[in-house]
């Protein structure tokens, strides 16, 4: 049963149960890939143009008119027409309304025919609450863009595993806070990822690769493990990036993707951003990642601009990627296959 929320009442807990979404539900989860063998597809939505209609939605914390006020006025901006899910501006306690508003606002924008993509309002946590109930078939025929960072890393896995194409990138909270990050998003969707360049330091391996590009939120990944929703890392690229937490625990989340497998068949690494973290007596998180991803004789890309601090620029999940790393630069670019 779903808690949507419970107080204390004369020193008897009281819950009020939300089973409106549950009832007569049986999980089948055979869309999703069980025995990890290598993804090969790739579904590439089509790119947007001048008058689209896009969709913003909210999975997860809930959100406030004012806070997404300028990043809607921003997408209308680049011509396209604007259509808000029915939960966006609702609260159920931290959710943007409860489990069955947030799964139907979403599924909504997923059925619509006319929708070419998909913004989230905001991160923060129950994105991974929706995925037994989302039925992702309409993507089959009218495969649109999902956009977002952070908790949206779990309907990116979701996606990766079945072999389409999303966008690591900006949410409509803080949409504007850095205008380059504002401006790659746009290429991303009107135009084609360009190849983004870095220089390099003493964390890099150098090498060049190519594969499908996976990852996201290190804790979601590791959330997700040991689920039908466990994230297919085989022949692929993958991207790690998180905030706030404490440097074991980052150890003991690369811990739990070694022991499971998803590192042995990695065709390489990039590294976004880790703010806000917590050393302790642990050791220095290049140090953690480098015990982990040291030895794969793989190249590693370390430090790209993506993640929880200002600049967040799009990374295109589930798109062959390649990298390079010499002695001076880093990059990495996104082929273009067909639909």
């Known amino acids: 049963m779903l808690f949507s929320a419970c107080h204390k009442d004369d020193d008897i807990i009281v819950y009020q149960v939300d089973t409106t979404i549950v009832n007569n539900y049986t999980f089948d989860p055979t869309f999703i890939i069980q025995d990890q063998q290598p993804v090969t597809r790739h579904i590439k939505p089509a790119q947007l143009s001048s008058g689209d209609l896009v969709a913003v939605c909210a999975a997860s914390n809930y959100v406030t008119e004012d806070d997404i006020a300028e990043g809607?006025?921003?997408?209308?901006?680049?011509?396209?027409?604007?259509?808000?899910?029915?939960?966006?501006?609702?609260?159920?306690?931290r959710y943007a309304g409860a489990l069955g508003d947030r799964v139907s606002g979403f599924q909504k924008a997923l059925d619509n025919p006319n929708v070419k993509a998909i913004f989230f309002a905001r991160?923060?946590?129950?994105?991974?609450?929706?995925?037994?109930?989302?039925?992702?078939?309409?993507?089959?025929?009218?495969?649109?863009?999902?956009?977002?960072?952070?908790?949206?890393?779990?309907l990116h896995i979701t996606l990766c595993n079945m072999g389409y194409e999303s966008i690591l990138g900006p949410m409509m909270r803080g949409f504007n806070n850095d205008k380059e990050s504002n401006s790659e998003l746009q290429n991303t969707l009107f135009n084609q990822p360009k190849t983004?360049?870095?220089?390099?330091?003493?964390?890099?391996?150098?090498?060049?690769?190519?594969?499908?590009?996976?990852?996201?939120?290190?804790?979601?990944i590791y959330s997700l493990s040991g689920?039908?929703?466990?994230?297919?890392?085989?022949?692929?690229?993958?991207?790690?990036?998180?905030?706030?937490?404490?440097?074991?625990?980052?150890?003991?989340?690369?811990?739990?993707?070694?022991q499971s497998g998803k590192l042995t068949d990695l065709k390489g690494l990039i590294v976004g951003e880790f703010i806000n973290n917590n050393q302790g007596n642990d050791l220095p998180l290049p140090d953690i990642i480098a015990k982990y991803f040291g030895g794969l004789n793989i190249p590693i890309v370390y430090g790209y601009p993506n993640g929880h601090d200002t600049k967040n620029l799009p990374l295109v999940l589930g798109s062959e990627c390649s990298i390079s790393v010499n002695d001076k630069e880093a990059t990495v670019s996104f082929a273009s296959p067909a639909i």
């Open 196 to 220: 983004v360049k870095l220089p390099v330091n003493s964390s890099c391996v150098k090498g060049s690769t190519k594969g499908r590009l996976v990852g996201g939120n290190l804790s979601i």
């Open 123 to 154: 991160g923060g946590y129950g994105a991974a609450q929706m995925l037994p109930y989302i039925d992702w078939s309409a993507m089959e025929t009218n495969p649109k863009w999902i956009i977002g960072y952070s908790d949206v890393t779990a």
């Open 72 to 93: 809607i006025n921003i997408l209308k901006s680049w011509g396209l027409e604007v259509v808000e899910a029915d939960n966006l501006y609702l609260r159920d306690g």
């Open 227 to 258: 689920t039908a929703f466990d994230l297919n890392t085989k022949d692929a690229i993958l991207f790690i990036e998180d905030t706030g937490e404490a440097n074991y625990s980052i150890d003991r989340m690369l811990l739990n993707l070694q």
